[in-house]
């Protein structure tokens, strides 16, 4: 058994599914966790930067789409990815590092 005990792929994969980097961290690889959370941070902001509080209450209003539906579509499409993919990579990790005692 590994000094720190065998990892949970299951529990791995939740902490990523709540936070992408979180199970990247459970699985004590730091650096990829950060990068993780700061790609989550990076395509959080250019998703509520794109997004206009006023444009859309008055869209909403008209039922007209907004003029960047396909950019913020694609950004929501981009987080979305890398959230899962987060998920998979630190259960895949945790499954490979409790293989490996």
């Known amino acids: 058994m590994g000094r720190d005990g065998p990892r949970h792929a299951a ?3 939740l902490l990523s599914a709540l936070l992408p980097g979180l199970g ?4 004590r690889q730091w650096g990829k966790g950060v990068g993780f ?6 395509l959080g902001g250019i998703l509520l930067s794109s ?14 789409p907004p003029q960047n539906i396909g950019r913020l579509f694609l950004v929501s499409l ?9 998920i998979a990579d630190a259960a895949w990790v945790a499954k490979r590092q409790g293989s490996n005692i």
């Open 11 to 13: 529990l791995a994969a």
């Open 78 to 86: 981009l987080i979305l990815g890398l959230a899962l993919w987060s």
């Open 24 to 27: 990247q961290w459970y699985n």
């Open 37 to 42: 959370f700061l790609g989550l941070l990076a």
């Open 51 to 64: 997004i206009d509080p006023d444009e859309l209450l008055h869209l909403s209003t008209t039922g007209t």
